[in-house]
């Protein structure tokens, strides 16, 4: 079953042809980075007008690459929230009048299950259940993953998503945007020991997170430097930054499967590309007797192909939807 998946939650416009739910046939991702740059985040108004411009050439784009047409397609998958409700509706619109046109059955997919799913990619053999950190620039949630289509919440964020923060401590240190990827690359020049900041855990037994205390952490060491942060010391902040994030994170997936007793865990997101986070996730899942496993890169950050495979699975276990089918800011799951 080839299935046509579209995502446009927020300032990515990608399509792709996912075969069976487990062959990729073609990913194309436009990114709209360069236009949101200049603001230093993405700016809802420009992403809708920019998804509009971008969604039929890279659907095109994702038919040529399969070497397939419409006429290919056995059904459609959508990206229904969360995300930005202007730019999610631009391809809820195509993938509804695709569908109505071909008369083929169209889904509409969690954009944080289909991070998730992204997984069962390279990973098809993985026993149920296991714990999953979804971690992203808009997302910081714990979920048990019951199956390729159910999960439960175990934690979320409490205030920033990891990747805000990451996004929010470059820009304090006026690195540019997104800040993720730029943090990781001078950390690894830095000193992750050379300033204690705070990993905020909250209460013994919580599986929520919180990334403001760290973010404010930066923001006043910067200002007691009382000038501009020398080369040397940016590398120290950033280094040492990273590493508050990410024991943070990993201490609490740690925390879920311990206390789920599951020793299988998936770590999903934009931020899951993190070197430092794939170093000390594999480092701690070693010494705990924890299996830990990561999409690669490329599936980590927005793309349809991850749409593509839990759609593919709704849609066998029959899941539909029709013309009324709307775009969510907020989603539920589980
Ligand atoms: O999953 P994604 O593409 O979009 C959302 O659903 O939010 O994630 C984007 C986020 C951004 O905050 C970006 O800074 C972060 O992922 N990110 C990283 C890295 N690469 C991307 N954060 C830390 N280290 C990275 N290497
Ligand atoms: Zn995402």
Redesign the pocket.
Known sequence: MNILAIESS?DETAAAVVEDGEKVRSSVVASQVPIHRKYGGVVPELASRQHVQAILPVIEEALSRAETSLAGLQGIAVTQGPGLVGSLLVGIAVAKSLAYVLNLPVVGVNHILG?VAAIFLDFSGLKFPFVSLVV????TSLFRVESRTRMALLGRTRDDAA??A??KVAKLLDLGY????I??RLGKEGDRTAIPFPRTLLEPDSLDFSFSGVKTAVLNYLKGLGGKPSPSQLRDVAASFQEAVVDTLVSKVLRAARREGIREVVVA???A???RLREKFSQEGKESGMGVCFPPPAL???NAAMIGVAGFHLLQEGVRADLTLNAYSRMNIG
């Open positions: 927020c991070h992203s620039g808009g997302h990747g805000e990451f996004d997104p800040g993720g990827e943090i990781d997101g934009g931020v590309c993190n070197s980590c950050t927005d």
